[in-house]
């Protein structure tokens, strides 16, 4: 995730939202190779192949702020 347009600093935190069974990913709030302008996070939801299509059927999207 591409921070670099955020004026704001500090470590970033996430969610995952959506409208169905995002409580089921597992992964969300791992942050991975933080930097000034970008961080990464591995989702995975046990028991199905997640895709791209699975993710929109569900509406799921990432927050994330700056501490």
Do not use: D, K
Not at 33 to 58: C, D, K, W
């Amino acid at each position: 995730m591409s921070t670099s347009g955020c004026a704001a600093s500090g470590e970033p935190i996430t969610s995952i939202g959506g409208t169905s069974e995002q409580w089921g990913l597992m992964g969300a709030t791992s942050i991975y190779s933080p930097t000034p302008t970008g961080f990464r996070i591995y989702v995975r939801y046990p028991g199905s192949n997640l895709t791209p299509s699975l993710a929109n059927q569900r509406g799921w999207h990432l927050n994330w702020n700056r501490r």
